[in-house]
């Protein structure tokens, strides 16, 4: 094989593993009023960071949030768990009561896809 197949080869493997990281990444979002969370992706899915708010006084369906919740997930690999907001006082409380956090993704590009998922608790 000559020395350009080669660099050619080369420069189209990284091209295409660039390209498709750059796609791969996205920024998942639930929002409700004013319970919302979210999870953005760093620089080529290096990491994530994520943020969940809940506030008791909104009604979601006639529901009202105790906490809000989110978890990454890499199938087999990592797990963050669910990771829960302080709980509110009572289902009439209009404080906002938030949780921030970052999980770092794998450098594995042959791992399974960084999962989000995020959610709530009810009164």
Request: with cysteine.
């Amino acid at each position: 094989m000559s020395r350009f197949t080669k660099r050619v080869g080369a420069a189209i493997a990284v091209g295409g593993l660039a390209i498709g990281l750059t796609l791969a990444g996205a920024t998942a979002a639930n929002a409700a009023g004013p319970n919302y969370c979210h999870s953005t992706e760093w620089w080529n899915q290096l990491g994530y960071d994520g943020y969940v708010q809940v506030q008791a006084s909104y009604s979601d369906s006639g529901r009202h949030a105790k906490t809000g919740w989110m978890r990454w997930y890499i199938p087999s690999y990592a797990d963050s768990g669910r990771l829960y907001t302080p709980s509110t006082t009572s289902s009439s409380s209009t404080l906002i009561k938030s949780k921030s956090s970052s999980f770092q993704d794998s450098l594995n590009p042959w791992e399974a896809q960084t999962q989000f998922s995020c959610g709530y608790t009810w009164w």
